[in-house]
């Protein structure tokens, strides 16, 4: 072979290196924020991503750019906010004058022209980034890192006698690190009158359609893929934010009118906004914030690699969703059993003690002798330093015909929320309701609510809550609420597990996503459809952000064969249960009375927590998700964390009455390892393997029946 071809050789396998090299998600050192302003424009970047916006004679967004593909969103330019007040909507922002809008061509945009009836900008502030509230970490893990990056804030005035002394102000986060981009607004009532601001949505886009269909719905066609938006506006205890969101809105572009489709019906402007709309009056001196969206940029259609962005965003930006404390389901709230299942905790290594529902735990009842009674609880598991929480019921329940949701149809609290009937969080009840959970928790030092039910989305038509005027402010005057009571634990390093997707506004965990009913069929079955759930949970989500379940005694029906006590006699059972959930990342509900009931089951349950504890960091790492639970075959998902000594973790199931004999081919490239890995068996037995130019590697292994491996990857 000739010299010159085996260099183009060698070159042709180290270019997967390279790419490895300069990958995000492996090595994001070198996305350094920065943000540039001129006369023209105010340009966002990190490396990875870029925003740019036309400054003059407007602002206007007119390009969003994934540095790295080279792939641009922005095809037509849109007003960068729209604002209605006193019913009349007016754009912030916006240039016109594109005639073709399937593509915005550079030499475009200095004829672009603004118009007077337009909040016009007239200043800029470049700034570091601040916390959009306190948080202070007490569970692992306990550092708070804080995101680093930029801000940028664009000032808008009007020139109409009725609109002066209103101030709109757009805000812009860019990050380092990841290709992810912030914005929000912030009206300011400078003015002598008092005004309703019936919407507000602050972002608007023009984006590059996913799909040319020449018939087709909106409904039907393909959404732009490669640009995700995540908003602090999602409820709905769906367990996922997109069936939480309702907050991002795709809409048509009549006036795009080159598209394919002959209805002009392709789905290509998103607009973010509260779909309620938010309908509250706004006096002098007081401001407004608007939703908060996070904007991130993918470079592939992979799914696999979508989720690690997305995970990678939650990690970094909401930091306190990496908190993952072990803890217990406590059944029962007598003083003398609670404080067994502490020294239990204690003994074995688990850290917070939750007092679940059923217990006989009431936040509400606010009385001197049930406060004394919590608070010398939670003395003691501080002593012990164990951490005490507690359950409390929100939605899903009935107060009265007073506090109860009105139906805006019927006018009656008949059934017109979303779990049927359900208090008004702005009512009267509801407003007590909230000081009295921070009272209790305040008094006692609890250090974590399971919020059961949180604000769930509902409207409200009262007039006569004193939380919210009537039905137009009443769903945005809940949400914040419910984001206030958050934000105040979050300052207090109080915990939060509640199901619904608060996670923007300080919760730290969300339910798994499972069947409760499952948990009623025999432990075998329970086992396949754990994994199953950790395996389609933690796709979107990271090990810390979900929770599943463990009955240990009976849940919702089922016989001796669905339960696991009494525990010494299901022992290899309650072991592989626990190793599914803690081999995951994943904390489960252990609920039930105890922890343990027999020396053997103590020594389990401690060496399980022993190993996850030396393992913590990796087994909360990513998950690269290789094969789903179908009692078929193996299972398994591997962790990797490229910034660790131990690259990844991988986990490997075998749910077959006999022993499985393969070779697998285990995929390592987000290990960030190139060449040459060491393998160890159960972290014994260590043997080198070589990758493949696609980073792979072919592992023979045994998998026991009915049992599991694992094997650590350095």
């Not at 073709?100 to 022209?113: G, S, V």
């Not at 009206?187 to 359609?209: C, M, R, W, Y």
């Not at 160890?680 to 696609?694: A, D, F, H, P």
Request: net charge neutral; glycine share 6%; charged share 25%.
């Amino acid at each position: 072979m000739k010299p010159i071809f085996i260099i183009l050789a060698i070159l042709f396998y180290l270019l997967p290196l390279h790419s490895q090299n300069n990958d995000w998600l492996i090595n994001p050192s070198f996305a350094k924020s920065k943000i540039t302003v001129d006369s023209n424009d105010a340009v966002l970047s990190n490396g990875i991503l870029q925003r740019k916006i036309r400054l003059s004679p407007n602002a206007a967004t007119v390009s969003i750019k994934n540095l790295i593909t080279q792939e641009e969103f922005i095809r037509s330019v849109m007003p960068e906010a729209e604002i209605t007040i006193n019913n009349k909507t007016y754009s912030v922002g916006g240039l016109y004058g594109q005639k073709e809008k399937a593509y915005l061509k550079e030499e475009w945009i200095p004829t672009l022209t603004g118009n007077e009836n337009d909040f016009t900008f007239y200043k800029y502030e470049i700034g570091a980034l601040t916390k959009h509230f306190d948080w202070k970490p007490t569970t692992w893990p306990h550092q708070n890192k804080f995101p680093e990056g930029k801000s940028l804030s664009l000032f808008f005035k009007h020139q109409r006698n009725e609109l002066r002394g209103i101030d709109v102000i757009l805000h812009y986060e860019i990050f380092d690190g990841i290709p992810v981009i912030c914005k929000w607004l912030t009206i300011e009532n400078k003015s002598n009158a008092t005004i309703k601001i019936n919407q507000v949505k602050h972002e608007l886009l023009g984006l590059v359609e996913e799909e040319s269909a020449v018939v087709g719905s909106p409904e039907k066609m393909k959404k732009p893929q490669k640009i995700f938006f995540e908003s602090n506006y999602a409820y709905n205890n769906a367990m996922r934010y997109e069936l939480s969101d309702h907050a991002t809105h795709w809409k048509t572009d009549s006036t795009y009118t080159s598209q394919v489709n002959y209805n002009y019906e392709t789905p290509c402007i998103v607009e973010i906004y509260p779909e309620v709309g938010v309908g509250i009056d706004l006096h002098p001196g007081e401001s407004l914030k608007s939703i908060r969206t996070y904007e991130l940029l993918f470079d592939s259609y992979d799914r696999e690699r979508n989720g690690l962005a997305r995970r990678r965003m939650y990690r970094t930006l909401f930091p306190w969703t990496n908190q993952n404390p072990i803890f217990m389901h406590l059944v029962n709230s007598d003083p003398e059993k609670v404080k067994v299942v502490i020294d239990q905790c204690k003994e074995t290594g688990y850290e917070m003690v939750i007092l679940s529902f059923g217990s006989g735990l009431n936040m509400e009842d606010d009385s001197p002798s049930n406060i004394e009674k919590y608070k010398l609880l939670a003395d003691y598991a501080h002593s012990k330093r164990i951490k005490l929480g507690g359950y409390s019921l929100f939605s899903s329940r009935r107060i009265d015909d007073e506090n109860d949701v009105i139906d805006p149809v019927t006018g009656l609290p008949d059934k017109g929320a979303f779990f049927g009937h359900a208090p008004c969080l702005a009512s009267t009840w509801g407003l007590e309701y909230l000081q009295k959970i921070k009272n209790f928790i305040d008094k006692t030092g609890f250090d974590l609510l399971e919020h059961d039910g949180p604000y769930p989305g509902d409207v409200c038509a009262s007039k006569t809550h004193p939380g919210h005027v009537a039905l137009e402010d009443s769903q945005w005057k809940q949400m914040q609420l419910q984001k206030g009571l958050y934000q105040y634990l979050n300052s207090k390093g109080v915990y939060i597990n509640a199901p619904d997707w608060y996670f923007l506004d300080g919760s730290n965990k969300i339910a798994l996503g499972y069947r409760e009913v499952n948990f009623s069929l025999s432990r075998d079955q329970q086992k396949i459809l754990n994994r199953q759930n950790i395996y389609d949970g933690t796709w979107d989500k990271t090990p810390s952000m979900g929770w599943g379940f463990v009955p240990l005694t009976k849940y919702q029906g089922g016989g001796p064969e669905a339960v696991l006590e009494p525990l010494h006699e299901h022992l290899e059972d309650y072991k592989q249960l626990m190793f599914q959930y803690y081999s995951a990342g994943v904390q489960a509900c252990y609920r039930g009375p105890r922890l343990y009931d027999a020396d053997t089951t103590k020594m389990v349950v401690k060496d399980m927590i022993d190993w996850y504890k030396k393992h913590r960091e990796i087994l909360n790492s990513d998950i690269i998700h290789l094969r789903r639970a179908d009692g078929r075959d193996w299972d398994g998902i591997l962790h990797v964390n490229p910034a660790l000594k131990d690259k990844g973790l991988l986990l490997l199931f075998n749910p077959l009455s006999i022993d499985l004999n393969k070779t697998l081919e285990i995929p390592l490239y987000y290990t960030g390892l190139k060449n040459a890995v060491k393998v160890s068996l159960m972290g014994k037995s260590q043997k080198i393997y070589t990758m493949n130019r696609e980073y792979k590697i072919h592992l023979p292994l045994r998998i026991p029946a009915r049992s599991y491996v694992w094997y650590l990857i350095q």
